[in-house]
Structure formats: structure tokens, C-alpha cells
């Protein structure tokens, strides 16, 4: 096993962070470090944090944290953040919100940028949080984007999805148009002080009687908890409601099936990606230039279809 591997199980900050560093920029040395690390991996509690952009995820998540850590579990966080699509640099603003915790050792906190990717996640979330699960932390806790129509990937990687929402912000059918109640395991009402808090409750169950959704697994119940975050109200109340439904699916086949519908979506990924390379390096190989075929195509002196065959011929 490489001396990285073993720095990383042994709870190394240094080594999982040059690990994780290596995974954001997809440098190759990456891959075989983390199949080394695959057997050790598969012990965490995976939660993840999403909604609406100042709905307080950041604020819970910090708040979560140190409810964690008054129980004793070890914590390790992945906070996404939006890439300029003009720069490709990002705000990782996230940790600056934590610092509270900074210097804990028993907690990891780590921004990763999107990079383009769509879904709310970075293509590297998913191998992040395995580094994380490498090293022994108990819980670890993804916020997403918060771009609102595209934060529905969160549930394919975690094993319970917190969806943030607050009273008065944004329209509430553009919600369900978004998919957001269907990936929700449990909804936490932040800034529930608000006015329109009663309201935003009543609108949630309402919404999920109409939809017929009890939960994503038959007998569990979505639930839905008041908080005020920056109060460090409710919050134990959403980690209880969190621990509860993790409990129903370890109860049940549900936390296998949860697994089992990650790795089918990791390895869909994996096979996508070769795939793609492997075509793009068949094209390179034979003199044809990614822009070059671009420019063909917007002249309508071949199509699209025929390219992507020629490459698909392995």
C-alpha cells in the first residue's frame, strides 16, 4: 500500500488533503490511491444539505457540526461551491463560515467548485467523500450548490438528503418543479422565527399529500422540522430527525439499496468518462481535432451523428 494510502487511513489532515487535491484537478495518481483505500471505505454516515441559495445551509451545517462534536463523532465536511463560468474560479465561501471549527482535529472541512458540473455536486464529490470515510469519520456532511433546479444529484450519493427551506423565499410549485420534494428524506424550516413559518409547514405537507409521497422508501414518513440555525434553535431536533430515518434504512434493505443504486451511478460514470477518452484520443489519433469536427459541424459539412459513430467504433 502507498505511504499516501496509509497517511489517509490513519487519519492524516495532510495526506487527505493532498489526496483530495489530486481528485478536484483528476491528476491519474488519484485513481490507484483510491483503490487502495475501496476495502476501508463504506463506514460513514453520508448526509447531505441542500436548497434554496440564503436559505442557512451553511449556518446549519456549522451548527450541525458542533452538535456532532458534543456527542464525540468525528465530522468531515464537503462544502460545493459554484464555478465562474467566465473565470473558472470560485468563492469558496463555505469554510469561512466555519471557522469556528477550524482548528478542531475531529473535524474536516473541505470546499470543492463545481467545475461545470450540473446537479448541485463537483464530479469529485463522490471520491471525496470516500477519502473522508478513509480516514474514520463518523458523519459526513455534503452541502450542495444551492442553485434551486439542479440539486437533485445529492440524493444519489447520500444516504439521507436535508432540504432547506425557508418562509417567504421563492414560489412554492417552483419547488416541485424542481424535483426538490422528491429527493427530500426530511425537510428542515430554517429562520423559522419568520413570519410564515406555520404556513411553510402546512404548504410542505400539503404539497407531499398531494404528490403521495411518504418517502422515497414505503414506511417511512418525510418528516418535517422547525429550526432556527442561527440561534442554534431545532437543531438538535433535525439531527434526531436525520439519525432516525439513517436508523430506517439500516433497519431495512433500504440502506443496501441506497448503496447498491451509488455504485450503479458511480460506475455509469466511471464507464461514461473512459468511454469519452478513449473516443477523444481515437479522434486525436487519427488527425481529427475536437475543434476542427466543431467547425465541420457548424458548417453542416458532416453531422454530429456520424463523428460520434466513427469514434464508438473501439
Keep these: 500500500m502507498s505511504a499516501v494510502a496509509d497517511r489517509v487511513l490513519a487519519g492524516d489532515v495532510r495526506a487527505a488533503a493532498r489526496l483530495i487535491r489530486l481528485i478536484d484537478d483528476a491528476q491519474p495518481e488519484a485513481e490507484a490511491i483510491l483503490r487502495e483505500l475501496w476495502p476501508r471505505t463504506g463506514r460513514a454516515q453520508l448526509v447531505g444539505i441542500t436548497g434554496n441559495p ?26 460545493v461551491d459554484p464555478t465562474s463560468p467566465f473565470t473558472g474560479g470560485a468563492i469558496l465561501g463555505d469554510r469561512i463560515r466555519m471557522q469556528d471549527h477550524a482548528l478542531d482535529p475531529g473535524v474536516f472541512i473541505r470546499s470543492l467548485a463545481t467545475r461545470g458540473q450540473l446537479g448541485g455536486l463537483s464530479r469529485a464529490t463522490s471520491d471525496c467523500a470516500r477519502v473522508l ?8 456532511l455534503i452541502e450542495t450548490v444551492g442553485v ?12 439521507t438528503t436535508v432540504v432547506v427551506v425557508v418562509p ?20 428542515a424550516v430554517n429562520k423559522s422565527d419568520r413570519e410564515g413559518a406555520d404556513r411553510t409547514v402546512r404548504d410542505l405537507r400539503s404539497m407531499l399529500e398531494l404528490s403521495h409521497a411518504i418517502g422515497k422508501e414505503a414506511g417511512h414518513e418525510i418528516a418535517i422540522v422547525k429550526c432556527v440555525a442561527s440561534r442554534n434553535e431545532g437543531v438538535a431536533e433535525v439531527w434526531s430527525a436525520i439519525e432516525a430515518h439513517y436508523q430506517f434504512l439500516k433497519s431495512g434493505p433500504g440502506l443496501v439499496q441506497r448503496e447498491t443504486q451509488r455504485a450503479k451511478n458511480e460506475l455509469v460514470e466511471v464507464l461514461r468518462n473512459r468511454l469519452l477518452n478513449v473516443a477523444l484520443q481515437k479522434l486525436a489519433q487519427e488527425g481529427a481535432h475536437l475543434d476542427d469536427l466543431a467547425l465541420r459541424i457548424a458548417r453542416r459539412e458532416i453531422d454530429p451523428y456520424s463523428v460520434a459513430d466513427e469514434a464508438a467504433r473501439l
Excluded: N, P, W, Y
Excluded at 470515510?133 to 459526513?140: E, F, L, R, S, T
Excluded at 434551486?148 to 444516504?159: S, T, W
Design 54 to 79: 440564503g436559505a442557512g445551509k451553511s449556518t446549519l451545517v456549522d451548527r450541525l457540526i458542533a452538535h456532532l462534536r458534543a456527542q464525540g463523532r468525528t465530522v468531515g465536511v464537503l462544502a
Design 133 to 140: 470515510d478513509a480516514m474514520g469519520k463518523d458523519v459526513i
Design 148 to 159: 434551486g433546479q439542479d440539486e437533485v444529484e445529492i440524493c444519489r450519493l447520500a444516504h
Design 168 to 187: 417567504g423565499l421563492g414560489d412554492d410549485i417552483q419547488a416541485i418543479k424542481a424535483g426538490i420534494l422528491e429527493v427530500a428524506d426530511l425537510f
